[in-house]
């Protein structure tokens, strides 16, 4: 069963904007941090955003000013709003779930990925 769903990818001009959603499954319980992961073909994995429960945020310096990650608790769905789009912002972006299980152990959920190219 799929417990989170990717949307809002797609291929836009440099400076332009494009904003990610993952819907998050309510059987998924304990939740402690939502994030965002992107991966360029030839390249690691790299994290791009972090919020936790006290929704404390975290970005990695390039997307500084420019991402912003945000949570609707309502729609138990977490987004990742890109402005200013530059070329090496292209990948494969993941959403990612983290959750604290019943024995205290933290486990890992993630989207099936949508592809953000950014291309003039």
């Known amino acids: 069963q799929v417990q989170l769903v990717e949307s809002g990818g797609g291929l836009v001009q440099p400076g332009g904007s494009l904003r990610l959603s993952c819907a998050v499954s309510?059987?998924?319980?304990?939740?402690?941090?939502m994030g965002w992961y992107r991966q360029a073909p030839g390249q690691q994995r790299e994290l791009v955003a972090t919020?936790?429960?006290?929704?404390?945020?975290n970005y990695i310096d390039s997307v500084k000013g420019r991402f912003t990650i945000s949570r609707d608790n309502a729609k138990n769905t977490v987004y990742l709003q890109m402005n200013s789009l530059k070329p090496e912002d292209t990948g494969v972006y993941y959403c990612?779930?983290?959750?604290?299980?019943?024995?205290?152990?933290?486990?890992?959920?993630w989207g099936q990925g949508t592809q953000v190219t950014v291309s003039s």
């Open positions: 919020i936790n429960s006290g929704e404390s945020i």
């Open positions: 990612n779930v983290k959750s604290l299980t019943r024995d205290s152990s933290v486990q890992n959920y």
């Open positions: 309510r059987t998924i319980p304990r939740i402690i941090i």
